[in-house]
Nanobody, 116 residues
Framework: QVQLVESGGGLVQTGGSLRLSCTAS????????MSWYRQAPGEERELVAS????????FLDFSVKGRFTISRDNAKNTVFLQMNSLKPEDTAVYYC?????????WGQGTQVTVSS
């Protein structure tokens, strides 16, 4: 059984920063890819950023390029999402996703709210 636990969400003003973390635990060998998705109310879940085990090159959606950075600590099975220059349109529930031996696992989500 694999569990993903996210942390770091919260309420921040426009222009502020947050750092999300997601740690995987359980029957883990090699985590092929770790990703962050987000889902705003009434919208579909969308991929924000993704990083492979090797770490390079990471994928960042065009809407967050230059503002968000994804990184991972393989020894700790943890992925981070550093979010700077936050905008109200970044408001969403952010979900961590891990691909392990071809299977996909999701975290419970963490709320990020950016006030204008």
């Amino acid at each position: 059984q694999v569990q993903l636990v996210e942390s770091g969400g919260g309420l921040v003003q426009t222009g502020g920063s947050l750092r999300l973390s997601c740690t995987a635990s359980g029957s883990i060998g090699s985590i092929e890819t770790m990703s962050w998705y987000r889902q705003a109310p009434g919208e579909e879940r969308e991929l924000v950023a993704s990083i492979t085990e090797g770490g390079y090159p990471p994928f960042l959606d065009f809407s967050v390029k230059g503002r968000f950075t994804i990184s991972r600590d393989n020894a700790k099975n943890t992925v981070f999402l550093q979010m700077n220059s936050l905008k109200p349109e970044d408001t969403a529930v952010y979900y961590c996703n891990a691909r392990i031996y071809g299977n996909y696992y999701w975290g419970q989500g963490t709320q990020v709210t950016v006030s204008s």
